[in-house]
């Protein structure tokens, strides 16, 4: 767990904005392992996620610090209601299918995209497009030409990416990032939730809420 | 598929033979689905289990391609010898188990909770009925409408507000006494937590509470010795020992869901199973000495 260490030994406070990153898409895309190579630079046979894992990074990005929480979901979405939680507050929501697996793509249509209208709670929350393992690419069924139409389609940014060799990982976090920096409504929110977190617990609530809580 | 057809007519005496036809055209439609993330999954199986089980471990290339093939497998060249004859087999009898019990099918983490009975069991049968009867109660955390593990993560939530009240007030501040961060360790009870070995402790001290819940052995003689009486819930007690145990960090460090969940999925290889049952059994005095006695 070198990551959690590292990422521990580092002041949570010292940060400019904290964003929240959803990963999201069929079993055996690769969710985990771009995630895996984003946070520590390696790449493991995984076992399939259950529930929800999470990971924190730290990175520095046009003179920001930035404190992001990933979220990294199971593929098979069997509890909806259950699941529909890991959806609110996300600024960024990365769908993930695999290049060589026709049947992922065509279910982000199908699924993925109706669940993140369904759960997203922040309209202009950014999507990103990322079509993974590109190192095999003669096994190849969904072309980089389908996967810059469906983006323009439902107004998302792309990639192609392969957490096997490395190939575009860290640059689809920062363009997901950027394109956040560049939404004010997502960066004042974020600015808001850091407030919230600094706030020491033992602190009394604003009172607008402690009537609320009171009635 | 390796069932001799004397087993799939007990399939279909069990289950009237209709069970999974009465679905209609869905029914492929989802045995389709299930198929592909059962492969996945099984080719992902890790190998912890290897030490545990020589005569698997050192089967044969001819044998494990046949078991391969019948199982139709593929993307499995890359795995070594053993490891593709235990996912063979894990698609075999989760396949099987899927048209044995289609309203639950297969969910991800059933893997994870078939792959040690395949790895102490040579045979597929004897593996198969095993893990029906570990999943006449286990199945109710997959039940689609969520009635199962949402009893599962309450019960953890209030035996941590009855045991560790303080600890509870936290979660609630939080926003996180729904106990969902414990959902892991429900679902696939302790399996990516613990060891191999641990988990097959944990288990067996959780079906010998079981059992003693369902015969009556051993109740009278616990409340004799003051002890622990047995219980049906003892996976969740702890579960909610794990996190109790953690109270301190939690308290101090965890403001959020996320943090706490990752704190308890960062739990995986530190636990000790035997000291975490003594807290369970701990929490199981305190939460029966506290509440008040139910009418019956």
Redesign the interface.
């Known amino acids: ?1 070198a990551l ?1 260490s590292s990422s521990s030994s580092v002041s949570g406070n010292e940060f400019d904005h904290l964003f ?1 990153i959803l990963l999201i898409g069929d ?2 895309v690769g969710k985990s392992s771009l995630l895996l190579r984003f946070t520590a630079d390696t790449f493991d ?12 990074k730290l990175m520095t990005l046009e003179g920001k610090r930035l404190k992001l ?1 990933i ?1 990294d979901t ?3 979405e ?2 909806r ?2 699941t529909s ?1 890991y959806y609110r507050g996300a600024q960024g929501v990365i769908l993930v299918y695999d290049v060589t697996r026709r ?1 992922t793509f065509t279910n982000l249509q199908d699924v993925w995209l109706k669940e993140v209208e369904l759960y997203s709670t922040n309209q202009d929350c950014v999507k990103l497009l990322v079509g993974n393992k590109v190192d095999r690419d003669s096994e190849r069924a969904v072309s980089q030409h389908e996967g810059i139409a469906f983006a323009r389609k439902y107004g998302c940014l792309f990639l192609e990416s392969s957490a096997k060799t490395r190939i575009n990982v860290q640059q689809c976090f920062e363009e997901l990032v950027r394109k956040i920096l560049e939404t004010p409504s997502l960066v004042a929110e974020a600015k808001s939730v850091k407030k919230n ?1 600094l706030r020491p ?1 033992n602190e009394p609530p604003p009172p607008e809420n402690a009537g609320s809580c009171a009635c | 598929m390796p069932f001799s057809e004397s087993q799939i007519e007990a399939f279909s005496s069990i289950n009237d033979g209709s069970a999974f036809w009465k679905k209609g055209p869905k029914a492929l439609d989802d045995i389709v689905t299930w198929q592909r993330i059962i492969r996945l999954d099984a080719v992902r199986m890790n190998a912890e289990w290897v030490p545990y089980s020589p005569s698997q471990a050192n089967v044969s290339d001819e044998e494990t391609s046949k078991v391969a093939r019948k199982a139709g497998l593929s993307d499995d060249e890359h795995l070594e010898t053993c490891r593709r004859y235990h996912a063979a087999r894990l698609v075999s009898i989760l396949e099987a188990y899927a048209l044995y019990d289609p309203d639950t099918g297969y969910c991800q983490g059933m893997s994870d909770l078939l792959s040690p009975f395949v790895a102490l069991m040579d045979d597929d049968h004897q593996a198969f009925w095993c893990f029906v009867s570990f999943m006449r109660t286990a199945r109710h955390n997959f039940r689609l409408d969520e009635v199962g593990i949402r009893r599962q993560l309450n019960g953890t939530s209030d035996i941590i507000r009855v045991a560790d009240p303080e600890l509870y007030d936290h979660l609630v501040k939080i926003k996180a006494e729904d106990c969902t961060f414990v959902y892991r360790m429900v679902v696939v009870l302790f399996r990516r937590e613990l060891t191999f070995e641990q988990t097959i402790c944990l288990w067996e001290v959780i079906w010998a509470d079981s059992t003693a819940m369902r015969t009556g052995k051993g109740v009278g003689e616990a409340q004799k010795k003051k002890k622990a009486p047995p219980t049906n819930d003892l996976l969740l007690y702890t579960i909610a020992a794990a996190v109790c145990r953690r109270r301190k960090f939690i308290m101090e460090n965890c403001k959020g869901m996320d943090e706490l969940l990752r704190e308890c999925n960062a739990m995986a290889g530190t636990l000790d199973v035997w000291q975490m049952l003594d807290d369970a059994r701990e929490l199981v005095s305190r939460v029966h000495g506290r509440r008040p006695e139910t009418p019956t």
């Open positions: 767990m959690s929240k079993s055996g046979d995984l076992s399939p996620t259950i529930g929800v894992d999470f990971k924190l929480t979220w199971a593929g098979q069997r509890f209601t259950l939680s049947d977190i617990g």
